[in-house]
T-cell receptor, first 113, second 114 residues
Framework: DTGVSQDPRHKITKRGQNVTFRCDPI?????LYWYRQTLGQGPEFLTY????????KSRLLSDRFSAERPKGSFSTLEIQRTEQGDSAMYLC???????????FGPGTRLTVT | AQKITQTQPGMFVQEKEAVTLDCTYD???????LFWYKQPSSGEMIFLIY??????QNATEGRYSLNFQKARKSANLVISASQLGDSAMYFC???????????FGKGITLSVRP
């Protein structure tokens, strides 16, 4: 499968725990995005990487959130001290050289109890 | 900030008929593209079609086409010959940032009746 993959697909955690999600973009795509989608809403932008550089972060990304893309390939999104309001679908997307390319992964559904 | 309006809360269409899903947006940026994505109940966002702001012709991709009216800031998606598998949420998203991040509307639910 040459599409965007995300792991895990589902995560249930207790409030206060830390969680980490992984995204593997399409090979050779240099752009990588994280979005968050809550029930009944469209996805909201969280952060953007160009290769390994994090070039933009949304105000939605509080201090408890951190994202990395250490070698310009896969990326991780960590949420520390999870809160019930963090329950959402976390989507990763990657884009190639063409600005109109942006393909999404299947998402990680987080439930904080 | 951009504002995307998808006011149709739920749409129904008979199988094999065409349907139009509306999208209007408010942006002061003069150079942008617009994406449409489909999200079935499985949750994955599936890319359908893209319209560049300077494209003179409306984009088409198989059964999908865009009715793009730049002056009205409107980019409606037309699905021809609806299939049962078209039942899903549909999102439009302008791309105006230098980093091509997308801003999505609330989406439209489409249900295709057999």
């Amino acid at each position: 499968d040459t599409g965007v993959s995300q792991d895990p697909r589902h995560k249930i955690t207790k409030r206060g725990q830390n969680v980490t999600f992984r995204c593997d973009p399409i090979s050779e795509h240099n752009r990588l995005y994280w979005y968050r989608q809550t029930l009944g809403q469209g996805p909201e932008f969280l952060t953007y990487f160009q290769n390994e550089a994090q070039l933009e972060k949304s105000r939605l990304l509080s201090d408890r959130f951190s994202a990395e893309r250490p070698k310009g390939s896969f990326s991780t999104l960590e949420i520390q001290r999870t809160e019930q309001g963090d329950s959402a679908m976390y989507l990763c997307a990657s884009g190639g050289q063409a600005y109109y390319e942006q393909y999404f992964g299947p998402g990680t559904r987080l439930t904080v109890t | 900030a951009q504002k995307i309006t998808q006011t149709q809360p739920g749409m129904f269409v008979q199988e094999k008929e065409a349907v139009t899903l509306d999208c209007t947006y408010d942006t002061s940026d003069q150079s942008y593209g617009l994406f449409w994505y489909k999200q079935p109940s499985s949750g994955e966002m599936i890319f359908l079609i893209y319209q560049g702001s300077y494209d003179e012709q409306n984009a088409t991709e198989g059964r999908y086409s865009l009715n793009f009216q730049k002056a009205r800031k409107s980019a409606n998606l037309v699905i021809s010959a609806s299939q049962l598998g078209d039942s899903a949420m549909y999102f439009c998203a302008p791309d105006t940032g230098a980093n091509s991040k997308l801003t999505f509307g609330k989406g439209i639910t489409l249900s295709v009746r057999p």
